[in-house]
Every structure is written in C-alpha cells, then in structure tokens.
C-alpha cells in the first residue's frame, strides 16, 4: 500500500491528548495502524483518516507513526513528533510580605514530576507589568513600592516553550511607617497625637492607632483615622497608655510596622 506522508499532530493546548490526521494514499488500503511512543505507549487500529489519543500526561514530547495496512503488505510512515501543553502550578502563595518585596511559592504541576519545565512569573501595577523566571516553586520579588497592589501571576513552560493556563493572585506590599509621632496635648482623660507621613506615601493610606494599657499590655482602643493625627478620650487619670500607630494600605488589612508612643494621664 502506499505511505502516508502528510501526517498532521495537534495537541489543540491539551495537557493529554493528540490529535492525528492524514491524507489517504494511493492504492488499496484496508485499515491503519497509528502507534504513538514517549511516556505514554498507544496503538491504535482504524479505518478512518484521523484519530485522537487520550490518556497522555503532560509537558511530554510524543512520537507518532502511521503504518497502511492492505492484507499481509504494509508500510510504515516517517514519524512525527509534538508536545502535550503542562500542567499550570499549584496552589499559589504569598510566604512573606515586606514594603519593597514579595515571596511566594507552589506546589509543582499535576503528573509533572522529574519533567524538565519552569516557571514565568509575571508582576504588576498601574505602572507597569515585569516577568522573571525560576526553575524552583519559589521566589522573591524585589524593588517593588511600598504600599502598593500587585496581581502575581506564575505559568508553568514546558517542552517546546509550551505555557501552561496562568494561575493567578493579588496582594499589597506593606506601607512604610509613619514618622515623627507625639503627643500635641494631654488631659487627665485623653492624648492627643500627631505624626508626619511615610515615605512612599498614597492618598489612599489610612492609620489605625491602638491604645494599649501599658501596665498590662490590654488593648483599649482601636481608632482609624484618614489625617495624621488623631484625640483618644474617655482615658482614666494618672494612666500610663501605650499608642501604637499603624499605617494601612487602600485594601485596610494590610498595615505598617507599628511606630510606638508612651505616654500618662
């Protein structure tokens, strides 16, 4: 029978299957048998003139023949060869969090051990987007700005430079702390503070100022503020307080080192 030579492998960005297809031959053909080799074996027998293998693990390179099979005479193609797309990483997540850096890792694609791969690692603000590349399930991100929100997204590259889906997260890195902070007046009953603003700071910072008892390290108060400065009342006479004074990014969870003040009544 005559040799197929116009075999046509697709992977359609699947992470297992492989679409084949060829053109019919000259000749009498009664059947082909399509053979796929790598980390998956398959065989396969039809009469059609294309056939998708399932089954195979991803971010491997596969090889397929078609042999034409007419009664006892047959005759085997070239090979071809293509890559199934990876696995994207496992969950993502964000280790530690600093004013000017990120650390973050995964866990390693699914059926991907031992498989040659890495990782982009794309990072971003308003002002602009950066990708680096690890070839471990961590990194640190460095030289970021303080108090700012950035959507990390990591693909896994597999053989061929084939990406996988992305996986994807948001998080703000720290606000500097606040600097300067006193106290502008003290009553038997309250403590007025003020502080001066942090490097790098945003418009949409906010401060939460905590009054602690000093004597037993109780939290009293919880204040959040949008200015600088900020009057805790309803204190008891000739107490000693502790204020803690946070700086807080627009997401009002992530916060500053505290910048402390002690002062009494």
Do not use: H
């Not at 042999?67 to 005479?73: E, P, R």
């Not at 991907?112 to 640190?140: A, C, E, F, L, R």
């Amino acid at each position: 029978p005559g040799q197929v030579s116009s075999i046509s492998l697709n992977n359609y960005k699947s992470v297992d299957s492989l679409g084949v297809s060829w053109i019919k031959p000259s000749g009498n053909v009664t059947n082909y048998t399509v053979s796929l080799t790598g980390a998956v074996t398959n065989t396969t027998q039809t009469t059609a003139t294309q056939v998708t293998i399932t089954g195979l693990l991803p971010g491997r390179e596969y090889t397929v023949t078609v042999q034409t099979n007419s009664g006892t005479c047959s005759q085997i193609s070239a090979p071809v060869t293509q890559a199934t797309y990876p696995t994207p990483p496992r969950n993502l997540t964000i280790n530690l969090i600093g004013t000017n850096s990120l650390t973050l890792s995964w866990m390693e694609p699914v059926d991907m051990t031992g498989v040659d791969k890495s990782y982009n690692i794309s990072y971003g603000n308003s002002s602009g987007t950066w990708t680096v590349t690890s070839n471990t399930t961590s990194i640190s991100l460095q030289d970021l700005t303080s108090g700012t929100n950035y959507t990390i997204t990591v693909v896994t590259v597999g053989v061929r430079g084939y990406p996988s889906s992305a996986v994807s997260t948001s998080v703000y890195t720290r606000p500097m702390s606040v600097k300067s902070l006193l106290s502008t007046n003290v009553t038997s009953s309250s403590v007025s503070l003020t502080w001066s603003k942090p490097d790098e700071n945003k418009t949409s910072y906010s401060y939460r100022v905590q009054t602690n008892v000093s004597s037993s390290a109780i939290m009293l108060y919880n204040t959040t503020v949008t200015s600088e400065s900020a009057t805790i009342m309803t204190l008891t006479p000739g107490e000693t307080y502790t204020f803690l004074v946070y700086t807080r990014a627009a997401d009002t969870i992530t916060e500053s080192d505290p910048v402390s003040y002690t002062t009494c009544t």
